[in-house]
């Protein structure tokens, strides 16, 4: 007699930087979605593009805690993966959601793992700007971003600092020009 084993592969949520858009990682998410994943990438508010900026690191975190949560209350699997920012946002949302306690809990569904890419997990209390600080690279911010006076802001050399070298340039500038202004004060908002 011979077991017939059904897997069912997790669902992904793509919790994207600041700047960045859900657009900005159709590359990424074409090349999952071709091996059969289904991916999300819901948009923050904080990188909606508004003068003076109206959302935040919590306003991020109930948009992505309220996303995941409708996923894994349906019984997913979910595997999170963080860019940038989206560890801050995603270490903040996705508390208590965890697969194995929700097991424990009986409940079906949770997130099983948590994939920070080029992002931090940062411990309670402690936000992004504390990571640059940690690393004396503080003097680094200004030359790095461009800030306007209503705190939005936007990488002052976007293709040096985001995309790096051997990338071609019709991809790095595709790449670029998806990129929006942010909510900057985020940097600076502490992880719950």
């Given at each position: 007699?011979?077991?017939?084993?059904?897997?069912?592969?997790?669902t992904?949520?793509?919790?994207?930087?600041?700047?960045?858009?859900?657009?900005t990682?159709?590359k990424?998410?074409?090349?999952?979605?071709s091996?059969?994943?289904?991916?999300?990438?819901?948009?923050?508010?904080?990188?909606?593009?508004?003068?003076?900026?109206?959302?935040?690191?919590?306003?991020?975190?109930?948009?992505?805690?309220?996303?995941?949560?409708?996923?894994?209350?349906?019984?997913?699997?979910?595997?999170?993966?963080?860019?940038?920012?989206?560890?801050?946002?995603?270490?903040?949302?996705?508390?208590?959601?965890?697969?194995?306690?929700?097991?424990?809990q009986?409940q079906?569904?949770?997130?099983?793992?948590?994939?920070?890419?080029?992002a931090?997990a940062?411990?309670?209390?402690?936000c992004?700007?504390?990571?640059?600080?940690?690393?004396?690279?503080e003097?680094?911010?200004?030359?790095a971003?461009?800030?306007?006076?209503?705190?939005?802001?936007?990488?002052?050399?976007?293709?040096?600092?985001?995309?790096?070298?051997g990338?071609?340039?019709?991809?790095?500038?595709?790449?670029?020009?998806?990129?929006?202004?942010?909510n900057?004060k985020?940097?600076?908002?502490?992880?719950?």
């Open positions: 007699m011979s077991a017939t084993i059904t897997t069912t592969k997790p992904l949520v793509l919790i994207h930087g600041g700047w960045h858009i859900p657009s990682y159709s990424l998410t074409s090349a999952l979605r091996a059969g994943y289904e991916v999300h990438v819901p948009r923050l508010p904080s990188v909606n593009e508004t003068r003076p900026p109206n959302a935040d690191l919590a306003t991020d975190t109930s948009l992505i805690r309220s996303y995941v949560e409708s996923l894994v209350d349906a019984g997913r699997t979910v595997i999170a993966l963080m860019h940038s920012y989206g560890g801050q946002v995603g270490t903040n949302a996705l508390q208590d959601l965890g697969h194995t306690s929700r097991t424990k009986g079906s569904g949770g997130v099983a793992h948590l994939i920070y890419m080029c931090f940062l411990p309670e209390g402690s992004m700007i504390d990571k640059v600080k940690e690393f004396s690279y003097y680094l911010t200004p030359l971003f461009d800030f306007a006076d209503d705190d939005s802001c936007v990488s002052r050399d976007p293709k040096t600092l985001l995309v790096g070298p990338t071609d340039d019709a991809e790095a500038e595709a790449y670029v020009s998806s990129l929006v202004r942010w900057g985020t940097m600076c908002q502490a992880v719950a």
